[in-house]
């Protein structure tokens, strides 16, 4: 499943080049990330809160794992999920990040909606006399919209969210 995922570029992978040591870069990320744990209680209540920072997660000398924190009107950008890891060589720290562009949730919506969808095309097969056509253009039409659609979307998010996550690194440390 995972490599599917991959596949479709819902989960990407990309390395950044920082030019400061490990423990600095930990200590600049503790101050520009609010240390909480992604838990649902916390996240539902994070739309209420004032807060001025613009990241959410933890920072470890091993790696971090945030994503960007909820608000108003965000409508869902802010889904993606990033785990990265630390690694020193001489004067410059990698940082290897997984960017996973999906929440769990989502895709338990995404399976439902598709079962509930199958079970009334099957139903509709069996009990009906009309033609086929109409009944597998619907599924067909109803496939693109469901799949393909947020497929296209999610990989937008992922490419954006590549892009503001170096420049707010970069932002960081030229501070």
Known sequence: MIAFLHKLKLIQHFSIAIPIDRIDFVKICRKKIALKETT???????????????????????????????????????????????????????LNTEIKGFSNTSVTIYVSIFFFALYFVGYKLI????PLFPIVFALLLEAFL???VPVFII??????MKIELQQDIYNWILK
């Open 40 to 94: 649902f209680s916390s996240m539902l209540l994070e739309y209420f809160s004032r807060n001025k920072y613009k990241y959410v997660g933890t920072v470890e000398h091993e790696g971090i794992q945030i994503r960007k924190r909820k608000t108003f009107f965000s409508f869902n950008k802010n889904a993606c999920l990033i785990k990265g890891y630390f690694r020193q060589k001489n004067d410059v720290l990698y």
């Open 127 to 130: 009990s009906s006399s009309e």
């Open 155 to 160: 990989r937008l998010r992922i490419k954006a």
């Open 146 to 148: 469901l799949f393909l």
